[in-house]
């Protein structure tokens, strides 16, 4: 079954300091990848997008992310993290074809903590 | 350009009673999209529309939950009768035929099942 995993389920940085969100997929093919924020009480707002191509890709407020298709990843990576960061980071897979074309696959989700 | 809107953002019911969703997705943006996400957890897709058809309603529980997107622009979501297990909130989604690999998300509403 098609699936995407976040590995760690609450991540704790100081501001300043880097950051590397992990996420991980299992798809019959490469699948199109996403990372999307959510502040509490707030919808997801789109950080960034793979579809194919260079397999760095930058994104919003500073954020990048990596597919690297040996080790079925797409992390996603800020080199300096500020308060405002803080915040439920989401890694989903799209399926771009088939009968459940449009469908994305979410992570359970990473909580990011910045402490001051 | 004015995002993906939800109404209402929150919701109280008691358990057995009727509720219902609304969604205006962004202008132009021909596909629309009803995700549940249970706390702690991402969205799931619940039906995907396609102007006004609705082409994957697979993870809808049909016996309880009904979406119409009449005129192919907004959209309803309606569960008849809300169980304590519906609280979650309720996110809706669009995306254009132009850019038709990348969902744009709203608010969601927050509901809550006493």
């Known amino acids: 079954a098609q699936s995407v995993t976040q590995p760690d389920i609450h991540i704790t940085v100081s501001e300043g300091a880097s950051l590397e969100l992990r996420c991980n997929y299992s798809y019959g093919a490469t699948p199109y990848l996403f990372w999307y924020v959510q502040s509490p009480g707030q919808g997801l707002q789109l950080l960034l997008k793979?579809?194919?191509?260079?397999?760095l890709v930058q994104g919003i407020k500073g954020f990048e992310a990596e597919f690297k298709r040996s080790q079925s990843s797409f992390n996603l990576r800020k080199p300096s993290v500020h308060w405002s960061d803080a915040a439920e980071y989401f890694c989903a897979a799209l399926n771009a074809g088939g009968t459940s074309y449009g469908k994305l696959t979410f992570g359970q989700g990473t909580i990011l903590t910045v402490h001051p | 350009e004015a995002g993906v809107v939800q109404s209402p953002r929150y919701k109280i019911i008691e358990k057995k009673q009727p509720v219902a969703f609304w969604c205006n997705p962004i202008s132009g943006h021909n596909t629309l999209y009803w995700y549940l996400q249970n706390l702690g957890q991402g969205p799931e897709l619940l039906i995907r529309y396609e102007n006004e058809e609705a082409v994957d309603d697979s993870q809808l529980p049909k016996d309880r939950f009904s979406a119409e997107r009449l005129k192919g622009v907004d959209s309803t979501l309606k569960i008849q009768p809300a169980e304590l297990g519906d609280s979650a909130v309720y996110l809706c989604?669009?995306?254009?035929?132009?850019?038709?690999?990348?969902?744009?998300f709203g608010p969601g509403t927050r509901l809550t099942v006493l």
């Open positions: 793979y579809f194919s191509g260079d397999t």
């Open positions: 989604a669009s995306s254009s035929y132009r850019d038709p690999d990348t969902q744009y």
